[in-house]
């Protein structure tokens, strides 16, 4: 007898709280190493160049710098990986207990430096209106070349949050202004945990979080990027048709797959937008041959893809797919 796989309901789902929780931890454990191991090369290759004469100054530098930019992109990544739990929260499916899903959402967020309950308006609109011309919130962050996306776009994305965050404060809601205080708790947390705590462990900034946060917003967008660019422009009359194609699945290692918590399903997500994490990759393997996908292999590969493409494609850009 062959058997039909349904896709899991809501309420036949379970938060993975203990996955979760080690998940998190793990994470900030592997971010608070990648600062030390920076710092700790830095004091080894200054130790070992001190002792040598002038005319090593250029590769002292390039063999420093190298080793500060190689560790700031892992850092960044693993960030991203601490940012996207933060997601997993907005969608509440980080802890079963209401406070708690929101607080450590909200923790793991501020990594980005985006505040949380404005990150979570937005997504559930860009949920909403997803690649919906003059809809979609995030068209004013993607909505130029690819290149232009990832440069400026990171900057245009916190302005819009932190605007948001103003209109929170200054909300006659209650609720709302309250959210808007919680936010103001959770960016003071991670500006002293950056720039507090971090010299205060005796890590130097320039060689530790600076780096962090230069290559953060790249790496933040190259993620960005690969979801949506290239894609026909949806319409507004399509908002419920649960099988429309309106983001790439790319498919990517193992281990990436962990660390951002199978985002790259990124098709399935907004197809299932209450699905928790862990079904992704179930739920793309059962229906794969029956619905509609675009699929591309790796994010470096979506990158590039997107270099030759305007944000709103065509039908052609796809093909092939």
Known sequence: ??????????????????????????????????????????????????????????????????????????????????????????????????????????????????????????????????????KDPEEPVNNHSAFLALTIGPLIGLGIHYKTLVEYLLSDSPKIRSQGWKDI??????????????????????????????????????????EHHGIPAQKAKSINSQLKVDSWMILSNPIMDWLWSNINYHQIHHRYPYLHYPYLPEVFTATKDEQPYIVINGYLSAVFQALSQKYYGSDTDIQGF
């Not at 349904?6 to 998190?24: A, C, D, G």
């Not at 990986?81 to 967020?109: M, Q, S, T, V």
Request: hydrophobic content about 50%; overall charge positive; some cysteine.
């Open 1 to 134: 007898m062959v058997t039909t796989y349904s896709v899991p309901k809501h309420t036949e789902q379970v938060i993975p709280e203990r996955m979760n929780l080690f998940k998190s931890l793990t994470l900030l454990a592997l971010i608070l190493g990648c600062f030390w191991l920076s710092q700790l090369g830095v004091n080894i290759i200054d130790s070992q160049f001190s002792t040598l004469s002038n005319g090593n100054n250029g590769w002292h530098f390039a063999l420093k710098w190298t080793w500060v930019v190689s560790l700031a992109i892992i850092n960044a990544i693993l960030v991203m990986g601490l940012g996207i739990l933060g997601h997993e929260a907005a969608h509440k499916g980080l802890f079963n207990n209401p406070f708690w899903n929101d607080f450590c959402g909200g923790i793991f967020i501020s990594f980005l430096l985006i505040p949380f309950y404005s990150f979570k308006e937005f997504h559930l609109n860009h949920h909403r209106y997803t690649h919906i011309p003059g």
């Open 185 to 226: 708790g959770f960016i003071s947390w991670i500006v002293i945990f950056y720039f507090y705590l971090i010299p205060l462990a005796h890590l130097s900034l320039v060689y530790t979080v600076f780096p962090l946060l230069v290559f953060l917003p790249f790496v933040f967008m190259v993620r960005n990027v690969s």
